[in-house]
């Protein structure tokens, strides 16, 4: 997946809470083969467009102002419901590579990862803070600095926030959690081969294991008459 590192980019505020993976991304284009980064069309489809097809202009998505959004402004539970790893998809193929949010579906956080969409907590009232700014402002831009860790706009004091470790590291590095492990191979292979040294009774490869007690042979029940 692509590194993520610092992201300057429009900022739209989908100012709504509990946007589930069902509205975030039908199921039909995902069963009906539709390749993951042509899914774009479909994300948010039911808020972007009208029953005829045609864009909604009420949805902020559709405004000339957050045309191209690379980020997210989203309220609370963002991403709750099912499973479904579509959504992580659809929102990527449409632009999106951060969002920031008070709070995210366990799930669809741990899918953001794994493919590279940034998931940003902060509490409910800076991201209303920032909502107001973008809508306010000269510019709908914001700039999300990963290594860092901070939100920043023009105008507004920083703002810190917080990730696993691992997480970040995966997502600087544009690795999953698969391509994380393999990556330190050769600090697992040098913990192994301390391990075999100290514990040799833990690896035996296939050999017997040995007994127990001192007995070689082994042990049988013997009824008394």
């Not at 992580?88 to 794994?114: E, K």
């Not at 050999?207 to 013997?222: F, G, V």
Request: overall charge neutral; charged content about 25%.
């Amino acid at each position: 997946m692509t590194p993520f590192g610092v992201l300057t980019a429009i900022a739209a505020p989908l100012w709504r809470d509990n946007v589930d993976t069902d509205l975030i991304v039908r199921v039909e284009p995902l069963f009906g083969g539709v390749p993951r980064e042509e899914l774009g069309p479909h994300a948010l489809a039911a808020l972007r467009f009208r029953a005829d097809g045609s864009e909604d202009p009420a949805c902020v998505l559709n405004q000339p102002r957050y045309r191209g959004a690379g980020i997210l402004l989203a309220g609370d539970n963002f991403g709750c419901g099912s499973s479904r790893e579509g959504a992580v998809w659809a929102l990527m193929a449409l632009g999106i590579r951060c969002i920031v949010a008070p709070s995210f579906g366990d799930i669809f956080q741990g899918n953001c990862f794994q493919n590279g969409l940034l998931p940003v907590r902060l509490p409910r009232a800076q991201v209303e803070v920032l909502a107001r700014a973008v809508a306010e402002g000269a510019d709908a831009v914001l700039t999300v600095d990963l290594q860092a860790c901070t939100v920043r706009r023009e105008g507004l004091p920083t703002l810190p926030f917080a990730l696993p470790p691992r997480r970040r590291e995966g997502l600087l590095r544009g690795l999953d959690d698969l391509e994380l492990t393999l990556a330190r191979s050769a600090e697992i292979d040098a913990f192994q081969r301390r391990d075999r040294a100290l514990h040799p009774w833990l690896h035996l490869d296939g050999a017997r294991r040995p007994s127990l007690t001192n007995d070689p042979a082994p042990h049988t029940h013997k009824e008394t008459p």
